[in-house]
């Protein structure tokens, strides 16, 4: 099992930034995905970016040119700069790491955009 700790979240106004960190635990599981996915009040929870091993990434529609993910100099940190936020954005936000044997979560950070 693969352990993740997200931090960054908070409270930022309309067009402000945030940037969302995610560490997965050292393990001798191969992780093949890590990403960041939301989830709003009332709403189900969605994709909003991934990475592959092999770095490839991909993003919501609802967030292209506006968020970044990034992997860090260690393969185990992903980072999610969000800029130009929207109150729409306003979610808990989860890493996620994928590899054969199953998926982990991490507990979520709480993003709220709003002036």
């Known amino acids: 099992q693969v352990q993740l700790v997200e931090s960054g979240g908070g409270l930022v106004q309309p067009g402000g930034s945030l940037r969302l960190s995610c560490e997965a635990s050292?393990?001798?599981?191969?992780?093949?995905?890590m990403g960041w996915y939301r989830q709003a009040p009332g709403k189900q929870r969605e994709l909003v970016a991934i990475?592959?091993?092999?770095?490839?990434?991909d993003y919501a529609d609802a967030v292209k040119g506006r968020f970044t993910l990034s992997r860090g100099n260690a393969e185990n940190t992903v980072y999610l700069q969000m800029n130009s936020l929207k109150p729409e954005d306003t979610a808990i936000y989860y890493c996620?790491?994928?590899?054969?044997?199953?998926?982990?979560w991490g507990r979520g950070t709480q993003v709220t955009v709003s002036s």
């Open positions: 990475i592959t091993s092999g770095g490839t990434t």
């Open positions: 996620n790491a994928a590899y054969a044997l199953g998926a982990s």
């Open positions: 050292r393990s001798n599981l191969r992780i093949r995905t």
